[in-house]
C-alpha cells in the first residue's frame, strides 16, 4: 500500500497511524450492537442485590461507572435507585454522546482506567464492566479502583474469560471464532491485524480487547493493589433468586458448588469472568 501511495504522489501511511477506518466508524458500530440487546436495567437492580449481600450498599452511596460508553445506562439507572453516580468515559466521541443520553454533562467525565479524575476514599461502589480487557494497565486501573474505594468499599469488574467454552465460538469481543483459546502470540497478531489492516475485525473499536483473564488472575490483580477478599457472583446467588429458582438443576448443585472448593473451581473456569473485590474496612 505504501508504495502504492508514493507512485500516486500520496503520502504514506505511517503504523502508528493506524488503520484509517479505525475510530470514526466505531460510535456507529457500538449503537448498533447496542441496539440488539435487552433492556439492562434489571440486570443492574439485580447486580446491587447481589453486591449487597457482601457489603452495604443500600441508596444512597456514591458510584463511579468506570468505561460508561456512550450510552451510559448504568449512570440513569443508579440515579433512578437514588445513588449519587459519574461515569467515567476516555473516547472523546463517547464522553460527548455519554452525556447527551444523560442529559447533564457534568455526570460524566474524560478519563481512563488508570487515572480516575476522582478524590481518594470518596467512592462506595466502582463498576467496571466489559473495560479492563481495553486498558492499557490493568494493574494501574486496579490501583485506581483501590485509590477511590472507601475502606469496605466493592470494586466490581466483569471482562473476557479466557477458559469460556462456546459451542459456536464467540467470544464476545473479535470476529474470530475461539480467539480467547488461541495462544497468547496468536491473539496478539489478531490485535495488530484489527488494528492495521481489518478494522472490523473488533467493529472498528480504537482500544480493543488485549487482556484475556480467569478469576485466579483477577485475583491476583486485585491482591496487588491491596483488596482484601474476592467473590464471583456464584458466591452471592441464594436458591430463592430466580436465575437459581427456575432451574431445578442450578437449585441442585447451587449449595454444593459454592461449599466444595473443587466444585466451585470447575465453575469458575466459565463463571470467573466477573468478581468483586473488597476493599479491608478499617478496623
Not at 14 to 33: C, F, K, Q, S, V
Not at 153 to 170: E, H, K, P, Q
Not at 228 to 251: C, I, T
Request: glycine share 6%; with cysteine.
Amino acid at each position: 500500500m505504501q508504495r502504492q501511495d508514493q507512485a500516486n504522489g500520496v503520502k504514506p501511511r505511517r503504523l502508528a497511524e493506524g488503520h484509517p477506518d479505525l475510530g470514526p466508524g466505531h460510535l456507529e458500530a457500538y449503537l448498533n450492537i447496542i441496539k440488539t440487546l435487552p433492556d439492562d436495567s434489571g440486570r443492574l437492580e439485580r447486580l446491587l442485590t447481589y453486591l449487597d449481600r457482601i457489603a452495604d450498599l443500600e441508596a444512597p452511596k456514591d458510584v463511579v461507572v468506570v468505561g460508561c460508553g456512550p450510552r451510559p445506562q448504568a449512570v440513569k439507572v443508579l440515579r433512578e435507585l437514588n445513588h449519587r453516580v459519574l461515569g467515567v468515559e476516555p473516547v472523546i466521541t463517547f464522553v460527548a454522546a455519554a452525556q447527551e443520553y444523560v442529559g447533564q454533562p457534568e455526570l460524566v467525565l474524560k478519563g481512563w482506567a488508570e487515572a480516575l479524575p476522582l478524590e481518594t476514599s470518596s467512592q462506595d461502589l466502582v463498576i467496571c464492566d466489559s473495560v479492563l480487557e481495553h486498558v492499557d494497565s490493568p494493574r494501574k486501573a486496579i490501583a485506581e479502583m483501590y485509590r477511590v474505594l472507601r475502606p469496605g468499599g466493592i470494586a466490581y469488574v466483569s471482562t473476557t474469560n479466557r477458559w469460556r467454552f462456546s459451542l459456536t465460538g464467540d467470544n464476545g469481543e473479535y470476529h474470530v471464532r475461539f480467539l480467547n483459546w488461541l495462544p497468547r502470540l496468536v491473539r496478539e497478531s489478531y490485535v495488530f491485524q484489527h488494528l492495521h489492516h481489518n478494522p472490523a475485525l473488533a467493529n472498528y473499536s480504537l482500544r480493543p480487547a488485549v487482556h484475556w483473564f480467569t478469576f485466579p488472575e483477577l485475583c491476583a490483580l486485585g491482591r496487588d493493589s491491596g483488596f482484601a477478599q474476592f467473590y464471583s457472583l456464584l458466591d452471592v446467588l441464594v436458591r430463592e433468586d430466580p436465575s437459581v429458582r427456575n432451574k431445578w438443576w442450578r437449585r441442585v448443585i447451587l449449595r454444593p458448588v459454592q461449599r466444595n472448593a473443587w466444585l466451585r473451581a470447575l465453575a469458575l473456569t466459565q463463571v470467573g469472568y466477573a468478581i468483586a473485590m473488597l476493599k479491608r474496612p478499617q478496623s
